[in-house]
């Protein structure tokens, strides 16, 4: 199998070296050597200067990990060419387009997978499936918070150029963090409700929102709430979801999630295995993406999943000043 990637920055190196531990052997990568890593420790992989030159090569699946804002042209042109395409998380900075994109994916007969990776986190598979069966009752309301120092991310490079901290590259916190957005919604449902405060707090040298606070309704009635920010020290994400007979709670820092049932006398260790390690999550979304290529089957987070976690996002960012949006069927809403 041939495989291309668009952009080799943090993400793009991670899979670039996750494809050759997992014996792919023929990659390339469209690149200027704009990034201040060394290169030494990759993988051989051929070069391109340019996405209309790497698609000469003809190769099997497109990886884009440039910035947010090229996601959308980057994925049209190489779907066009009949790429299957791994699309890192958001899809794009826009709802603009993605319907034209939907339409090639669908009749080029395309694998889509998003970027999503705490879909494979072993945790959180296991709280999604304890939910399900009801080990904590009826839920009521869940709660994600998630703060990371944007200057510390990436210390070989000046935070401020980042596409994190660029509006005109698809930054902001609500979107370079959307990971809540997709995972609540994959254990909980679909999303009908946004609210949302927040805006550019701190300072730090950014023209997005480093501060969001988005609240949310599920159609099933649960409410929840997702607070995201660039700016603490030490870095936090954490995960509650309370139920009518219980609760789960996870923590990044300890790895496994605390389940309490029988009236809260106790709980159950929900552990990801003793030797995990968090480049488990991205080895298995990339596993995953190839083996769907190769079983002609349904990836584990589709173009439609990663559609409506970006809704959620730009509604949450449009409404800084506490209104909310209601979310349609389709989704076009028509924020840009």
Known sequence: MKILLVGLGSIGRRHLKNLAALGVRQLAAVTRNRCALPQDDLPPFLSFETLESALTWRPDAVFVCNPTAF????????ARAGCHLFLEKPV?????????????????????????????HPVFQKIKKAVERGDIGRVV????????????WHPWEDYRASYSAREDLGGGVVLTL?????????MLGEVEVVGAVGGQL?????????TALVSLRFESGVVGSVYLDYISKPAKHTLQI???????????????????????????????????????LFLAEVADFLDCIKNDREPACNLNDGIRALEIALAAKAFWGGQVVFLQEEYSTGLT
Not at 102 to 112: D, I, P, W
């Open 92 to 120: 794009s900075h826009s709802l603009e387009g993605l319907d034209e994109l939907a339409e090639v994916v669908e009749k080029q007969g395309l694998k889509v997978q998003v970027g999503f990776q705490f879909r494979f």
């Open 202 to 210: 701190s300072d730090l040298e950014t023209n997005t929102e480093d």
């Open 242 to 280: 309370i139920g009518t007979r219980g609760r789960v709670e996870w923590d990044v820092d300890f790895g496994s999630a605390k389940m309490y049932t029988d009236n809260g006398r106790g709980f159950d260790a929900i552990s990801p295995g003793k030797f995990f390690e968090r480049n488990e």
């Open 71 to 78: 996601h959308l042209e980057t994925a049209l042109e190489a």
């Open 141 to 152: 309301s869940a709660h994600a918070h998630w703060g990371e120092y944007l200057p510390g």
């Open 178 to 186: 959307c990971h809540p957005f997709d995972y609540l919604r994959w």
